[in-house]
C-alpha cells in the first residue's frame, strides 16, 4: 500500500520567513495530494491540494509542488504569521478502485512554530 | 465550525468496555470517512461510507464496525476496548467518492482506562 514520509517532524521560524514542508510517497498510482492544518483541538482543516496533471499551485502565501517523477510533494508558506503556528498533514490518494479507493495516507506531520 | 457534527466530545471508559461514536456529515456531503489519530500512529484511515454503503476499509480491527444510516449520519462501534485504543477518532465527510478534499469533525477523544 501507500506509504508517506514527511519532514521535518518540527520547524520553528522567525515571523515573516518561509516555510517548507517535503513528502515522499511511494505508489506511482497516487494522483491527489492535499495538506490540512491542525490547530490544537480542533480536526484537520484542508488548506490546499494537488492534482497529478499540475506541477504547482498557489493560493496567497501557500503554495504547493509536485514532482511525480521524484514522487515528492512540497508546501511552502511565505511571510509565515503567527497564526500559521500548528501541525500539518501532507496526505496521497489514489482513486485505482478495490478496497483503497477512498482512502488518505497521511504523513507523521509537522509542527510548525512561528516566533513573533 | 466544519459543518461535520461529532458527539461525544470526549469519552471516558472503562477496558471491555462498548461504545459508539456518531458522525453527521456536512449538508449534501454523501461519503463519510472515519480515521483514528493517535500519537504513534498518526492518522489512520479506518472505513468509508457512500450513501449508505460500505465503499473501502483501512486496518479496522474487528472489535470496531461501522455503518451509515438513511439519513447519512453515521456510527463507529468500538467493542472490548483496550488501553491501546485511546485516541483521536475523527470523521470527515465529502459530497462524493471522488472528491477527497475532505472537512473532518473536530473529534471525539476516547480514553480507555
Known amino acids: 500500500g501507500e506509504n508517506v514520509e514527511q519532514h521535518p517532524s518540527t520547524l520553528s521560524v522567525q515571523e515573516g520567513d518561509s516555510a517548507v514542508i517535503k513528502c515522499t510517497y511511494s505508489?506511482?498510482?497516487?494522483?491527489?495530494f492535499p495538506w490540512y492544518k491542525q490547530e490544537l483541538g480542533k480536526g484537520p482543516q484542508l488548506i490546499i491540494d494537488?492534482?497529478?496533471?499540475?506541477g504547482e499551485k498557489k493560493d496567497q502565501r501557500i503554495a504547493v509542488t509536485l514532482n511525480k517523477t521524484a514522487k515528492h510533494f512540497s508546501l511552502h508558506i511565505t511571510e509565515t504569521q503567527p497564526e500559521d503556528s500548528a501541525v500539518y498533514f501532507c496526505?496521497?490518494?489514489?482513486?485505482?478502485?478495490?478496497?483503497?479507493?477512498?482512502?488518505?495516507?497521511f504523513g507523521q506531520g509537522t509542527i510548525l512554530t512561528v516566533h513573533p | 465550525d466544519s459543518g461535520v457534527t461529532q458527539t461525544p466530545k470526549h469519552l471516558i471508559t472503562a477496558t471491555g468496555q462498548r461504545v459508539t461514536l456518531r458522525c453527521s456529515p456536512r449538508s449534501g456531503d454523501l461519503s463519510v470517512y472515519w480515521y483514528q489519530q493517535s500519537l504513534d500512529q498518526g492518522l489512520q484511515f479506518l472505513i468509508q461510507?457512500?450513501?449508505?454503503?460500505?465503499?473501502a476499509k483501512g486496518n479496522i480491527l474487528e472489535r470496531f464496525s461501522a455503518q451509515q444510516f438513511p439519513d447519512l449520519h453515521s456510527e463507529l462501534n468500538l467493542s472490548s476496548l483496550e488501553l491501546g485504543d485511546s485516541a483521536l477518532y475523527f470523521c470527515a465527510s465529502s459530497v462524493s467518492m471522488e472528491d477527497y478534499g475532505y472537512t473532518f469533525g473536530s473529534g471525539t477523544r476516547l480514553t480507555v482506562v
Open positions: 505508489d506511482s498510482a497516487s494522483n491527489y
Open positions: 494537488i492534482r497529478s496533471n499540475v
Open positions: 496526505a496521497a490518494s489514489s482513486n485505482a478502485g478495490g478496497t483503497s479507493y477512498g482512502k488518505l495516507t
Open positions: 461510507y457512500y450513501n449508505g454503503e460500505e465503499r
